[in-house]
């Protein structure tokens, strides 16, 4: 499930910015708010290996410039710490997802993390607050069709409802997109309500066919 | 993708009989077609262990029983050899999938297999002409939501032009669905076309949402 109730009625009312590069990352660089999205984002990409691209995704920042106020929103992977920074709060405004462990959690995180790069959940987290207020996943199925080819599935996509308006369901969105190319897919896809398919055809998807679910419980 | 265009249309002459169990297992073994298939199934899935539906899986039969005619498909997981047993020319009929070298064949079936049970590709093949006949798969992605859930991603359904109306193909889907349920899913999910949608409506699934794709390449 992707794109819940909290991507609908979104209001930009500000400019949200890529910035990417290791030399001008960490947590209090606001200064490259200036830069040019589009030629930060190519060259980040361009000059990627899949280890690069791990490295710019610890550090890449989204800043939110504002005449009256400038925020600061770290995009990253998900960290075994952001269960205690409201990571499964965030979920709960998406679907049923009931209080998990400790335990569980990181029981979980380390499933997860021994798939390497065929599985991505990533966090933007809010400096201010220090509270996750986005995530998303991506996970990479490899096939035998399309000459062995690779497809990535996101999913459980949120934006905290406190956060609406930057943007940052569609960062979150192209974040994982681009994780998905630079790793090789032909193409990436998602299910979604119908009410949501105006927001993901601004982030460049194109509707095509019909989920269909059995639910076992 | 799932449902091809093989899928529509399906004329279901012959009734399908589904036959499980270690005892009565073997390739030339069609006595076991007078069974209830209700009973039969609700008796393997019920006492399956993961590893357990691992050995029922490499022996089930399906029988298509006829009076002018008797066929045995095997069900059973993929093997490197079924690269010789037309599997990659089945998976043509589905979509593009270019000719793929034994080399690259056996890498990316090495790849799948560390993932152990969360991917599956299963297989029909017909003993009496020991081609791949219908294929399937499913892969199981973990959540953090849903208490840490798991769903199942069917994909890649087809069914050879030459077997139709033997409800292979709701056989296909059936299985990999048992395998989602047996290794904790809380629900499994597909993609097809408006067209196939009665087909999967008669495997049990119901229209949910949307697909939006985003195409790399």
């Given amino acids: 499930m992707v794109g819940p109730q909290l991507l609908r009625n979104r ?3 500000r400019s949200v910015t890529f910035v990417a590069g290791l030399p001008r990352c960490g947590s209090g660089d606001s ?3 200036n830069r040019q999205p589009s030629q930060q984002k190519k060259k980040a990409i361009s000059s990627s290996s899949l280890l690069d691209l791990e490295a710019q995704k610890r550090h890449c920042l989204y ?3 504002n005449s009256a106020e400038e925020e600061i929103f770290r995009v990253r992977k998900l960290e075994i710490a952001d269960k205690n920074k409201g990571f499964i ?4 405004q998406l ?3 009931d209080s998990v462990s400790d335990e569980r959690f990181q029981e979980r995180f380390q499933e997860l993390a021994k798939y390497g790069d065929d599985h991505l959940v990533c966090v933007i987290e809010d400096d201010k607050s220090g509270k996750i ?5 991506v996970f990479i199925e490899k096939k035998f069709i399309r000459n062995c080819g690779k497809v990535g599935h996101i999913e459980d996509v ?10 940052l369901g569609k960062k979150i969105v192209e974040f994982l997109a681009d994780h998905a190319r630079l790793t090789g897919c032909y193409k990436v896809i998602l299910d979604c309500s119908t009410d949501n398919i105006p927001f993901y055809e601004r982030c460049g998807f194109k509707q095509k ?3 269909m679910v059995k639910y076992f419980i």
């Fill in 11 to 13: 209001k930009v009312s």
């Fill in 89 to 92: 709060e965030l979920l709960q």
């Fill in 133 to 137: 207020v986005a995530t998303g996943s």
């Fill in 95 to 97: 679907t049923v997802c």
């Fill in 158 to 167: 949120v934006v905290d409802s406190s956060v609406r308006g930057k943007q």
């Fill in 31 to 33: 200064s490259g708010g």
């Fill in 63 to 65: 800043t939110t410039a």
């Fill in 209 to 211: 066919e019909v989920q």
